[in-house]
């Protein structure tokens, strides 16, 4: 079983929203707020667009946000827009595990 | 504005040793960790590991430890990851990043290592 479990893929259209969810195991993600996402295009660095479960970095648009619930993080990215087709990552480490976790990845198709 | 700016890519045979550097600019370099996180082709992303850059304190993970080593050098701000005894699946992108509130805020453009006989 894998520390952080993500949907492999996920699709919409141009100007509608989705959410992308990041399944915690193993204390991760339910006793902390101590999630981040990232974004990372094909050949491109991940780029950091949410930490701390809903905290959006300077330059980030507000059409990214984050939350959680128990032991789901979400990602949701409203008023999609061709740009936004990328993967995305969640991450997360705990207090005792400083160690950061990766889920496998969510590859959004706009279509 | 902060800049990581990483070396060439590199290709070593299985057992070899590579060491990666990481330039940073425009921020106070001692002030801030660096952490090294790779990327196998087509594959997410791994978290190797962590310096303070001020310090030199560390900590691995332990699919590497004892493998890997992460040093500083803070009279030319630049990090460095070295990894011995390479294996077919080191076969990856290495990224430097800079901690940013605990999490990865600026990365550096990667460095391609390809383990290959």
């Known amino acids: 079983q894998s520390a952080l479990t993500q949907p492999a893929s996920v699709s919409a259209s141009p100007g509608q929203s989705i959410t992308i969810s990041c399944t915690g195991a193993?204390?991760?993600?339910?006793?902390?707020?101590?999630v981040a996402w990232y974004q990372q295009h094909p050949g491109k660095a991940p780029k950091l667009i949410i930490f701390?479960?809903?905290n959006r970095p300077s330059g980030i648009s507000t059409r990214f946000s984050g939350s959680k619930s128990g032991n789901t993080a979400s990602l949701t990215i409203s008023g999609l827009q061709p740009e936004d087709e990328s993967v995305y990552y969640c991450?997360?480490?705990?207090?005792?595990?400083?160690?950061?976790?990766f889920g496998g990845g969510t590859k959004l198709t706009v279509l | 504005q902060v800049l990581l700016v990483q070396s060439g890519a590199e290709v070593k045979k299985p057992g070899a040793s590579v060491k990666l550097s990481c330039k940073a600019s425009?921020?106070?370099?001692?002030?801030?960790?660096i952490i090294w996180v790779r990327q196998a082709p087509g594959q997410g992303l791994e978290w190797m590991g962590a310096?303070?850059?001020?310090?030199?304190?560390?900590k691995y993970a332990e699919r590497v430890q004892g493998r890997v080593t992460m040093t500083t050098d803070t009279s030319t701000n630049t990090a460095y990851l070295e990894l011995r005894s390479l294996r077919s699946d080191d076969t990856a992108v290495y990224y430097c990043?800079?901690?940013?509130?605990?999490?990865?805020?600026?990365w550096g453009q990667g460095t391609l290592v390809t383990v290959s006989s």
């Open positions: 310096i303070s850059a001020g310090s030199g304190h560390t």
């Open positions: 701390d479960v809903s």
């Open positions: 990043t800079r901690n940013y509130y605990g999490w990865g805020g600026y």
């Open positions: 193993f204390g991760y993600i339910s006793g902390y707020n101590f």
């Open positions: 991450s997360s480490y705990t207090r005792t595990n400083t160690q950061w976790v």
């Open positions: 425009g921020y106070s370099f001692d002030s801030f960790d």
